[in-house]
């Protein structure tokens, strides 16, 4: 089973800054590409940003470039999700979930791999 833990949200204020972390549990995240998705109040959850398997490629949604980085220690099994310049609008539940390869369709990521989130809010 492939099961993730996501940790590292809170409350921020707008251009603060936070870290996701996005750890494996049973298994080893080394062959899997890691995506993280968020999913805010009254809208359809929506891919952020994705990192392959051996960590030398990620890529983000436009409205993230620029102001987060998709990063991965294997050693540790967790993918990590730096978060700088934070806007009201990135506030929501922030998921991780693993696939065999990069993607920001939800549904190629295995089912069983999605965590139960971390909340991220950003508000003065």
């Known amino acids: 089973q492939l099961q993730v833990v996501e940790s590292g949200g809170g409350l921020v204020q707008p251009g603060g800054s936070l870290r996701l972390s996005c750890t494996a549990s049973?298994?080893?995240?080394?062959?899997?590409?890691i995506g993280w998705f968020r999913q805010a109040p009254g809208k359809e959850r929506e891919g952020v940003s994705c990192?392959?398997?051996?960590?030398?490629?990620?890529d983000y949604a436009d409205s993230v470039k620029g102001r987060f980085t998709a990063s991965r220690d294997n050693a540790k099994n967790t993918v990590y999700l730096q978060m700088n310049s934070l806007k009201p609008e990135d506030t929501g539940v922030y998921y991780c979930?693993?696939?065999?390869?990069?993607?920001?369709?939800?549904?190629?990521?295995?089912?069983?791999?999605w965590g139960q989130g971390t909340q991220v809010t950003v508000s003065s």
């Open positions: 990192i392959n398997s051996n960590g030398d490629s990620a």
């Open positions: 049973g298994f080893s995240l080394d062959y899997y590409a």
């Open positions: 979930a693993a696939a065999l390869f990069c993607s920001f369709r939800s549904g190629h990521y295995y089912p069983d791999s």
